[in-house]
């Protein structure tokens, strides 16, 4: 698939952040109703592990020398799945998103392996996308839905069940981190699409946070068996975001995971967050939905995951 007359492709640099944002803010704006990247995020992308900005990016340029499109290849673990981006102005450049694709799957089809799974996402608005992935062999794997709740109506927190105590992690003490991220491992191991990761590598990714008063642990009769990981990617919306609620399957629908949750949209209260949100993947065994509803949260939007297996051979 060809660009346009007079259109052309370049690996993007650091000096790129600015116009990148200004395409990704565009394309969220228009997909999810408001921007949902910052130039940190950006940069992040660019300097990521496992992340060539050389050959895993590219950017769409115009006629007049704008930057329209970005398309970029995440690979966070380093294994055989790709998770692709591609942002472009929905105005000027929704002709360039396929072609832009095309590029990835093709860098993809690179990395040595028998075959490659390539993902990509389109949301609600996305109609014209959603076509132009079936049309390239794709095909719908899942469905995430996005969750929210405002926070100037909390009601006074409950007392936690019997036995049941939450509490923030202990950044300082590496046996609490150890069982925070068994716990995790443990509870989403016999998830869909789960891939482990090993504590040095867990570690070494959430790096030195100054939110650790934002995490938290359930212990039953003082036995760790829950664990929230919050993030900070809804800031500049002024909104708390749940990373991750983990509780182990024996302990599964006594409220431990609820009792997590009420405390972390406590925490972001106190410092001023106006919303809460969390993303539900819907292949999830676990069924979470009927737990998020109980306190609050309600779906605003969601987000489809189409996929295709690349050989590594070629397109």
Avoid at 16 to 28: F, N, R, S, T, Y
Avoid at 56 to 72: E, F, H, K, R
Avoid at 82 to 108: H, Q, S
């Amino acid at each position: 698939m060809t660009l346009p007359a007079g259109w052309t492709t370049r690996r993007p640099t650091l000096d790129d952040v600015p116009a990148i944002l200004a395409v990704v803010h565009a394309a969220d704006t228009f997909a999810i109703g408001h921007p949902d990247f910052d130039a940190e995020d950006v940069a992040a992308s660019l300097t990521a592990p496992h992340f060539d900005p050389t050959r895993d990016s590219w950017l769409a340029i115009d006629p007049d020398d704008t930057v329209v499109g970005w398309a970029t290849v995440d690979n966070p673990t380093g294994v055989g799945r790709e998770f692709v981006e591609v942002y472009v102005d929905p105005v000027r450049a929704a002709a360039v998103r396929a072609p832009l694709l095309d590029r990835v799957a093709e860098r993809a089809a690179e990395r040595g392996l028998p075959s490659l799974t390539v993902r990509c996402a389109v949301f609600a608005p996305e109609r014209d996308w959603e076509h132009a992935l079936r049309g390239l062999g794709f095909a719908l794997v899942k469905r995430y839905v996005r969750m929210s709740r405002p926070l100037d109506d909390l009601p006074d927190e409950p007392a936690e069940p019997a036995a049941v105590t939450v509490r923030p992690v202990r950044p300082d003490d590496e046996t609490d981190l150890v069982e925070f991220h068994r716990i995790y491992e443990t509870a989403f191991g016999d998830t869909p699409d789960h891939e482990p990761l090993s504590y040095e590598r867990w570690r070494a990714r959430i790096g030195d946070l100054t939110a650790w008063d934002e995490w938290f642990v359930a212990e039953v009769d003082g036995v760790p068996v829950g664990a929230l990981q919050s993030s900070d990617q809804a800031l500049d919306q002024q909104s708390g975001w749940v990373k991750s609620l983990s509780v182990l399957s024996a302990y599964r629908r006594r409220g431990v995971g609820a009792a997590l949750l009420r405390r972390a949209f406590a925490r972001y209260a106190e410092k001023g967050r106006q919303t809460v949100g969390l993303g539900v993947d819907l292949t999830n065994p676990t069924a979470p939905l009927s737990l998020y509803r109980s306190v609050g949260l309600r779906e605003t939007h969601w987000t489809d995951m189409y996929e295709r297996s690349v050989p590594a051979a070629g397109v």
